[in-house]
């Protein structure tokens, strides 16, 4: 099942931070998170497994909580190159198919 | 750049046509996954492809086969084309499947089906 992302759009101000949220109705092993600018490819930004190891970018963080199912990206001093639909993946069988939700897009505005 | 290269990057098709599409997978990369996002959607999961096999299909129907070629490159082909196929198909590609690991995406590849 598609996981559901919070909120569907958010703007900003540069600095200003923001929040993004991801649940799911099923045991999680992974959660991937990805930025797409329109027109281009999903740019990888940040791997949270079960356990709580992370891998990614380091102005980006995350959390991951495992009895929720829920995930959540922390965007802190957004900058113009923020903007974006952000995306959450979810692996429920640990093979790698992931499983996305329908985005939320970020606007920063100078 | 991910090194991940996707061909063509934009084709244009009419009902009941055919099409194949090609990935080439970063270096050092033995699985490729393919997706469809259709506008304003994230992207789906098509299927999957590990040394040179399936592995792991999502709701799509047989219509949309693949293949993996010993170097890790892919192919994704689609018979008998509809409208709704329209869309941007992108390819990624990851270390090992059957674990945890992070998926590079190409620029893909925009079908318009006419």
């Known amino acids: 099942q598609q996981p559901v992302q919070s909120p569907q759009a958010v703007i900003l101000r540069e600095g200003e931070d923001a929040v993004i949220n991801c649940s799911s109705s099923?045991?999680?092993?992974?959660v991937h998170w990805y930025r797409q600018k329109h027109g281009e490819a999903p740019v990888f930004l940040m791997i949270?497994?079960?356990?709580?190891e992370q891998k990614g970018h380091e102005k980006i963080s995350a959390s991951f909580n495992e009895k929720k199912q829920q995930s959540s990206l922390y965007l802190t001093a957004s900058q113009l190159s923020y903007s974006g639909t952000y995306f959450c993946?979810?692996?429920?069988?640990?093979?790698?198919?992931?499983?996305f939700g329908q985005g939320t897009e970020l606007s920063v505005k100078p | 750049e991910t090194g991940v290269t996707q061909s063509p990057t934009h084709l244009i098709k009419t009902r009941g046509q055919q099409v194949t599409l090609r990935c080439s997978s970063q270096?050092?990369?033995?699985?490729v996954s393919w997706y469809q996002q259709a506008l304003g959607q994230g992207p789906q999961f098509i299927f999957q492809?590990?040394?040179?096999?399936?592995?792991g299909r999502g709701n799509f129907p047989p219509r949309f086969s693949g293949l993996q070629f010993p170097n890790y490159s892919s192919e994704l082909n689609v018979t008998a084309l509809e409208r709704d196929d329209s869309a941007l198909y992108l390819c990624?590609?990851?270390?090992?499947?059957?674990?945890?690991?992070?998926?590079?995406f190409g620029p893909g590849t925009r079908l318009t089906v006419l």
């Open positions: 949270l497994l079960k356990g709580g």
């Open positions: 993946g979810t692996d429920s069988n640990q093979g790698g198919k992931l499983i």
């Open positions: 270096s050092g990369h033995n699985t």
């Open positions: 099923k045991a999680l092993y992974s």
């Open positions: 990624a590609s990851s270390q090992l499947a059957g674990r945890i690991d992070t998926q590079y």
């Open positions: 492809y590990y040394r040179e096999e399936e592995n």
